[in-house]
C-alpha cells in the first residue's frame, strides 16, 4: 500500500518550507489521486503579486512529478480561504507545512491554523520543520490518543492505512483528568483500549496500550518523546461555530508545543 488519499490540499505561501511539504504531500496520493495547490494572496495584491503567485504554483505543480495536480491563486483571509475549498474539493486530506518563526508561522501555530482545525471537515496534516527533512521517511510509531472522558472510538481509517502502508506501529494511550479522574477507581484506562487494540492486532499493526492522568496535552507530548514517535493522530469532535469541547482545546495545545508532525482527523465529516 503505497499511498493512502485520492484526493490531496495543499496551502502554499510562496515560501520554500511550506514548499518542502510538497514531496510528502505526494507521497500520501494515490495513482490516480489529485493534489490541488491552493495559494492566499492578501486581499487588493496587485498584479505583480499575481503573476508571482501563479509562477510559484507552476513550479509547485510541476515539482509533483507524475501526480495530477492543479492550483489556484486566491484572494482573502488564509482562515476562510483554505475553509472554502476544503468545502469546495472535499479533499481526503490537508497538508500544511509549519515555520520555526515568521512565514507561515502565523498559519500553522496561531489562529489561522486553529480556525482550520476547528473548521475542517477533512483531516489536517501539520508538517514541522524536523519533518521536512526526509519526506519519503517511513512512519515508524504513530501515537493515537484517546479522549478519556469519551467511549473508545474505532480506530481512524487513515491511521490503519497509514501503519499498513509504512509498516508502523501505533501507541495508544487514554489520560484521565480531575473530570474523569473517579474512572480510575473503577478500571484500568488502558483496559478500555482493548477493542482498539484487537482491531490493529487483526489488521497486522503491532499495537500497545498507556493509561495515565493528569494534564492530557502534557501527557501526549511527553508520551510522544518518550516512545519515539514520529506522528501524533488526534480526533476531534469540533462543531464549528459552537464553543470547543475539552479535548479539542488539547488538541489545540498539542498543536502549539508538538515537535512532530500531527494529524487532526475529525469524527464528524460531512
Do not use: Q
Not at 514541522?128 to 472522558?149: K, M, Q, S, Y
Amino acid at each position: 500500500m503505497d499511498r493512502c488519499v485520492d484526493r490531496l490540499l495543499v496551502p502554499l505561501d510562496g515560501s520554500a518550507l511550506a514548499d518542502a511539504a510538497l514531496p510528502r504531500a505526494a507521497r500520501f496520493v494515490e495513482d490516480g489521486g489529485e493534489v490541488a495547490l491552493l495559494r492566499v494572496l492578501p486581499p487588493g495584491a496587485d498584479a505583480r503579486e499575481r503573476e508571482a503567485a501563479r509562477a510559484h504554483l507552476d513550479v509547485a505543480r510541476r515539482s509533483l512529478g507524475g501526480a495530477r495536480a492543479a492550483a489556484v491563486a486566491r484572494e482573502g483571509d488564509p482562515a476562510e480561504e483554505i475553509l472554502a475549498e476544503v468545502e469546495r474539493l472535499s479533499p481526503a486530506l490537508v497538508v500544511m507545512s509549519s515555520h520555526g518563526r515568521g512565514g507561515v508561522l502565523r498559519w500553522v501555530r496561531g489562529s489561522v491554523a486553529e480556525r482550520v482545525l476547528r473548521g475542517s471537515t477533512a483531516p489536517v496534516l501539520v508538517l514541522t520543520p524536523g519533518a521536512l527533512g526526509r519526506p519519503d521517511a517511513p512512519l515508524r510509531r504513530v501515537l493515537l490518543p484517546i479522549d478519556g472522558g469519551a467511549p473508545t472510538p474505532p480506530v481512524p481509517p487513515l491511521v490503519e492505512r497509514l501503519a499498513l502502508r509504512d509498516g508502523a506501529d501505533v501507541v495508544l494511550v487514554r489520560v484521565l483528568t480531575r473530570r474523569t479522574l473517579p474512572s480510575l477507581f473503577a478500571t484500568d484506562p488502558a483496559a478500555s483500549l482493548r477493542p482498539a487494540l484487537e482491531r490493529l492486532e487483526a489488521l497486522g499493526v503491532p499495537a500497545r496500550a498507556f493509561g495515565g492522568w493528569g494534564d492530557p496535552a502534557a501527557e501526549i507530548l511527553e508520551t510522544a518523546d518518550h516512545h519515539g514517535c514520529d506522528l501524533i493522530a488526534l480526533t476531534t469532535r469540533r462543531r464549528p461555530g459552537r464553543a470547543l469541547p475539552p479535548w479539542d482545546a488539547v488538541t489545540e495545545k498539542v498543536l502549539r508545543h508538538a515537535r512532530t508532525p500531527l494529524l487532526v482527523l475529525p469524527s464528524d465529516p460531512r
